[in-house]
């Protein structure tokens, strides 16, 4: 099936680490995706990792990949009361002509 | 280039009604998709554009949707007799080429919100 799935919500305080985990399905993706998005607003790509990566650093992000169990996160390391968003995974099928998205991880961020 | 615009970003229509959105993608960009998003869930995949092709259109897309892209630039997205289960808000997205191939990324745009009462 296409189900990509992630937790639905995750409270941290500021300064905290977040991580976000999602499983995919399609083993052959060759990119995996993360978006943001904020209340009323579009998608953010945020980063994405290459199927042939374990981990990805990206500043504050860290996107960790396990090819063998179809897990991916994000952590965000110190995160900020402007981290509050939803975070969606998305992976690529049918070829790239289209990316499939979780339902995305609510992350509140406590001050 | 400012990125993904799309037009407009509120709408409130009547039932019945048709409805037309607007979608201008990255100027280099070839590919352009349609999805919609409603509350609570991700975005769903609705119908994509290389160039100025439709190449696929999802099962969601009924007969009463129809979108264009004419000249390989910009892309309408038209709803005709609208319901209230239209209600949702439909996003834009360019990339350069196919995903997860040649073109890593895709861009979205602001998203249209579009309620029917």
């Known amino acids: 099936g296409e189900d990509v799935e992630q937790s639905l919500f995750l409270s941290v305080r500021e300064g905290d680490s977040s991580v976000i985990n999602c499983t995919y399905t399609?083993?052959?993706?060759?990119?995996l995706y993360w978006y943001k998005q904020e209340p009323g607003a579009g998608l953010q790509l945020l980063t994405y990792i290459f199927s042939n990566m374990d981990m990805k650093q990206d500043q504050r992000l860290t996107v960790l990949l396990n090819k063998k169990d179809k897990h991916l996160s994000l952590r965000i390391a110190d995160t900020q009361t402007g981290d509050s968003a939803i975070y969606f995974c998305?992976?690529?099928?049918?070829?790239?002509?289209?990316?499939?998205f979780g339902a995305g991880t609510i992350l509140r961020v406590k001050s | 280039d400012t990125g993904v615009s799309q037009n407009p970003r509120h709408k409130i229509t009547k039932r019945g009604q048709n409805v037309t959105f607007r979608c201008d993608p990255i100027s280099e960009h070839n590919r352009l998709y349609w999805y919609r998003q409603t509350l609570g869930q991700g975005p769903e995949f609705l119908t994509y554009f290389q160039n100025e092709a439709q190449l696929e259109k999802s099962r969601l897309l009924s007969d009463r949707f129809s979108a264009e892209r004419p000249k390989g630039s910009f892309s309408t997205l038209e709803i005709q007799r609208t319901e209230q289960g239209d209600s949702a808000m439909y996003l834009c997205a360019s990339s350069l080429a196919g995903l997860g191939g040649g073109g890593t990324e895709a861009f979205f745009g602001q998203g249209t919100r579009l309620t029917v009462v």
């Open positions: 998305a992976e690529p099928m049918e070829y790239g002509n289209k990316l499939v």
């Open positions: 399609d083993s052959s993706s060759t990119y």
